[in-house]
């Protein structure tokens, strides 16, 4: 089976190497050396995180800050607790849709409440040692989750590209789409602020091929610079980032918010976010495993650091976190050796977050825009559909419905399917059933071994085998060759045989 995680592998990367017990004499300089690289790795993933951390703020629909304060705590809280040394944790593209839907629907107040809940749960099930029964989710549903997240994201940058509000659903992303063309090839401000983000997604793509630039500077912070810079020294009329100060975006949750936890939607909202930002972290440090030759990720350890770094953003009414690929492959690749580095740049987050506020407002939204489009591109396993159809068929399907159903409903009922969908094609899979047919040139009964596991799922296939029998003849129905048979179905060949035998001999019923 295709690996989900290859295409996070990367060729050039730093691998973490885990050394035993130094020498006194050696001791010290080996701390410095460890600290020199978790200190350049950490500006690194500053510099990643920054530009992901506003636009997923923005694109959720949220103020700005919200992103830089999930991506705080990140850092701070999230990267001292055990679990994946090295994976970096922040708000996360695969969970903006949810959260744009959760906005709109239930207000801002309501964010804090359900990031919380999200948060008692996943302390809850790393406490109840459940992190492990996450590696038990179909890859394809995985896959499929984050191809319908990025469709879904960028049908809605599109529109921000242009600096238009978008649609609240998906299908009404999607369906709206040549009526905004139309609209933006109408409109001189609206054509400057796409060739604004096009001109970002062109250099987020090209960049790292730089690679001696890329080293220095990485792709994300670069686009967003040079689009800042480009719209500055235009004088553009586009849309910027609207700025509040760190202190004003806090909203912890009230009592009546609180209160909003006993309604059946926002609990759903509420298994959502914790399904899949759970899911997210755990396939993410598996990934960020295989970058490294170091300790290996204790998935329930995980899942509480996650846990208790949800809830304190809950109580900040801050955006949810997940672990981010992005963010840890860039700290793994820059050289980091333990978890100092994660630390470290949630430090230089807040240090950003609090001397420097006003910088974000210069960002144009159409390059948050096209950061975005890019991320969401990045989220539909292109290249892995066309080799997933022809070796593993019933996984492609799963995929692809599980997408569909995500843009045509919504993120938990799309999950949902795709789970139901998994769970029917293994099931189907596994209900292996042969039937052995002997005798038929002799004058006796007709023996009939049923071979394999036969379940509910085979019983028509199975019956029209045995239909297609000699309707004259007396038959011995043998099921001990089964590995496993359900009630439908043995009381089924149990009912047939006894009908058969009765019209051929009333008075001969062998079974």
Same mark, same amino acid.
């Given at each position: 089976m295709?690996?989900?995680?290859?295409?996070?592998?990367? $060729?050039?990367?730093s691998?973490h190497?885990?050394?035993?017990?130094?020498s006194?004499?050696?001791?010290?300089?080996l701390?410095a050396?460890?600290?020199r690289?978790?200190?350049?790795?950490?500006?690194v993933?500053f510099?990643?995180?920054?530009?992901? !951390?506003?636009?997923?703020?923005v #694109?959720?629909?949220?103020?700005? +800050?919200?992103? @830089?304060?999930?991506?705080?705590?990140?850092?701070?809280?999230?990267?001292l607790?055990?679990?994946?040394?090295l994976?970096?944790?922040? =708000?996360a593209?695969?969970?903006t849709?949810l959260?744009y +839907?959760a906005?709109?629907?239930?207000?801002?107040?309501?964010?804090?409440?359900?990031v919380?809940?999200?948060?008692? *749960?996943?302390?809850?099930?790393?406490?109840l040692?459940?992190?492990?029964?996450?590696? &038990?989710i179909?890859v394809a549903v995985? %896959?499929?989750?984050?191809?319908?997240?990025?469709l879904?994201?960028i049908?809605?940058?599109?529109?921000?590209l242009?600096?238009?509000?978008?649609?609240?659903?998906g299908?009404?992303k999607?369906?709206e789409? /040549?009526?905004?063309?139309?609209?933006?090839?109408?409109?001189?401000d609206?054509?400057?602020a796409? &060739?604004?983000g096009a001109?970002?997604v062109?250099? @987020?793509?090209?960049w790292?091929?730089?690679?001696?630039?890329?080293?220095v500077?990485?792709?994300p912070l670069?686009?967003?610079?040079?689009?800042?810079?480009?719209?500055a020294?235009?004088d553009l009329?586009? #849309?910027?980032?609207e700025? %509040?100060?760190l202190l004003?975006?806090v909203q =912890?949750?009230?009592?009546?918010?609180?209160?909003?936890?006993?309604e059946?939607g926002?609990?759903g909202?509420?298994?959502?976010?914790t399904?899949?930002?759970s899911a997210e972290s755990?396939?993410? #440090?598996?990934?960020?495993?295989?970058?490294h030759?170091?300790?290996?990720?204790?998935?329930?350890?995980e899942?509480?650091?996650?846990?208790?770094?949800?809830?304190? !953003?809950?109580?900040?009414?801050?955006?949810p976190?997940t672990?981010?690929?992005?963010?840890?492959?860039a700290?793994?690749?820059?050289?980091?050796r333990?978890?100092?580095?994660?630390?470290?740049?949630?430090?230089? *987050?807040l240090?950003?977050a609090?001397?420097?506020?006003?910088?974000l407002g210069?960002?144009?939204? !159409?390059?948050?825009?096209?950061? *975005?489009v890019h991320a969401?591109?990045?989220?539909? /396993?292109?290249? +892995?559909?066309?080799? @997933?159809w022809r070796?593993?068929?019933?996984e492609?399907v799963v *995929?692809?419905?599980t $997408?569909g159903?995500?843009v045509v409903?919504?993120?938990?009922?799309g999950v949902?399917?795709?789970?139901l969908?998994?769970?029917?094609?293994?099931a189907? +899979?596994t209900?292996?059933v042969?039937?052995e047919?002997?005798?038929?040139?002799?004058?006796?009964?007709?023996?009939?071994r049923?071979?394999?596991?036969?379940?509910f799922?085979?019983?028509?296939k199975l019956?029209?085998d045995?239909e297609?029998l000699p309707r004259?003849?007396?038959v011995?129905?043998?099921?001990?060759?089964?590995?496993?048979?359900?009630?439908?179905c043995g009381?089924?060949?149990?009912?047939?045989?006894?009908r058969h035998n009765a019209?051929v001999?009333?008075?001969?019923?062998?079974?």
């Amino acid at each position: 089976m295709l690996n989900f995680f290859d295409r996070f592998r990367t $060729a050039g990367g730093s691998p973490h190497r885990s050394g035993g017990a130094a020498s006194d004499d050696g001791a010290a300089p080996l701390r410095a050396a460890t600290f020199r690289a978790d200190f350049t790795a950490s500006l690194v993933v500053f510099l990643v995180a920054v530009p992901l !951390c506003v636009g997923v703020a923005v #694109a959720s629909g949220v103020p700005a +800050e919200l992103g @830089l304060i999930t991506g705080i705590v990140g850092g701070l809280l999230t990267g001292l607790m055990p679990g994946s040394s090295l994976q970096v944790s922040g =708000p996360a593209a695969g969970l903006t849709v949810l959260v744009y +839907e959760a906005v709109e629907e239930y207000g801002l107040g309501a964010l804090g409440v359900l990031v919380l809940a999200a948060g008692v *749960l996943q302390l809850a099930m790393g406490l109840l040692r459940l992190g492990r029964w996450f590696r &038990a989710i179909s890859v394809a549903v995985v %896959q499929g989750m984050l191809a319908g997240i990025g469709l879904v994201l960028i049908a809605g940058q599109l529109y921000a590209l242009a600096d238009a509000k978008a649609p609240s659903s998906g299908l009404d992303k999607l369906g709206e789409l /040549p009526k905004l063309v139309m609209d933006a090839a109408g409109s001189g401000d609206a054509l400057r602020a796409v &060739a604004v983000g096009a001109g970002t997604v062109a250099v @987020l793509a090209l960049w790292p091929r730089w690679r001696r630039a890329a080293r220095v500077l990485p792709a994300p912070l670069a686009a967003v610079a040079l689009a800042t810079a480009a719209v500055a020294v235009l004088d553009l009329p586009v #849309a910027r980032v609207e700025v %509040q100060g760190l202190l004003d975006a806090v909203q =912890p949750p009230g009592g009546g918010d609180l209160a909003r936890l006993g309604e059946v939607g926002v609990l759903g909202t509420v298994l959502a976010f914790t399904l899949i930002a759970s899911a997210e972290s755990l396939f993410s #440090a598996a990934a960020v495993d295989r970058l490294h030759d170091g300790p290996r990720t204790d998935y329930d350890k995980e899942l509480i650091a996650q846990g208790a770094g949800n809830a304190v !953003c809950g109580v900040l009414g801050a955006l949810p976190m997940t672990a981010v690929i992005v963010r840890s492959a860039a700290n793994v690749q820059a050289g980091a050796r333990t978890k100092v580095s994660r630390v470290l740049h949630g430090g230089w *987050l807040l240090v950003f977050a609090v001397l420097f506020p006003a910088a974000l407002g210069v960002i144009p939204v !159409c390059a948050l825009a096209g950061v *975005l489009v890019h991320a969401g591109w990045k989220l539909i /396993p292109v290249r +892995e559909l066309v080799p @997933l159809w022809r070796g593993h068929r019933g996984e492609a399907v799963v *995929l692809v419905v599980t $997408a569909g159903a995500i843009v045509v409903t919504n993120m938990f009922e799309g999950v949902l399917i795709g789970l139901l969908m998994a769970v029917a094609k293994s099931a189907w +899979e596994t209900s292996h059933v042969h039937v052995e047919v002997t005798g038929l040139e002799d004058d006796g009964p007709v023996r009939v071994r049923v071979l394999g596991n036969a379940t509910f799922l085979r019983l028509p296939k199975l019956l029209d085998d045995l239909e297609a029998l000699p309707r004259d003849r007396a038959v011995e129905l043998d099921l001990h060759g089964l590995r496993h048979v359900d009630h439908a179905c043995g009381m089924a060949l149990a009912s047939w045989a006894e009908r058969h035998n009765a019209v051929v001999d009333p008075a001969r019923m062998v079974v």
